[in-house]
């Protein structure tokens, strides 16, 4: 499957979930910003991207959970070096180079575009390829 083909079925899932328009979906729209996700859309999201692609997906391998809520990760509103290094590690598929220029928690949303959901996309189906 191309990067094109895993795009397509992710911008139909998006479209489903979130009731957006397909010229909405590009790869560097975020979903909060620009498609306007909510914290509850993140479930469907990551139910549809399942369907579409027959994996199933753990709990916080595609976004992050409870960041803010570790006070070793968290200082005064910061990620801090701690929480970018564990978001890292368990989200390879986002590139946190921008956050970490000003790693404010309510700016973390932003880091999750469409291509975010397509190098995950890919990365997972190699993974479960090679196993």
């Known amino acids: 499957m191309t990067r094109d083909e895993i795009f397509g079925k992710i911008q139909e899932a998006l479209v489903d979930a ?3 328009d ?3 979906v590009t790869m560097g729209a975020t979903l909060v910003g620009d498609l ?3 914290s509850i859309d993140f479930l469907d999201i990551a139910f549809k991207i399942e369907q579409a692609f027959d994996f ?3 709990q916080g391998e595609l976004f992050p959970e409870n960041v803010g809520q570790n006070p ?3 200082v005064d509103g910061m990620v801090t070096p ?3 290094a564990a978001l890292k590690d368990k989200l390879p598929h986002v590139d946190f180079a921008e956050f970490e220029k000003d790693p404010e928690i309510s700016k973390v949303a932003d880091v999750f575009t469409v291509e975010t959901i397509v190098n995950f996309v ?3 189906r190699a993974a479960i390829a090679s196993a």
Do not use: H, M, P, S
């Open 56 to 58: 199933k997906i753990e």
């Open 82 to 84: 701690d929480g970018i």
């Open 122 to 124: 890919e990365r997972k």
């Open 18 to 20: 979130l009731g957006v």
């Open 36 to 38: 306007e996700a909510e």
């Open 72 to 74: 070793d990760f968290v």
């Open 22 to 24: 397909d010229d909405e």
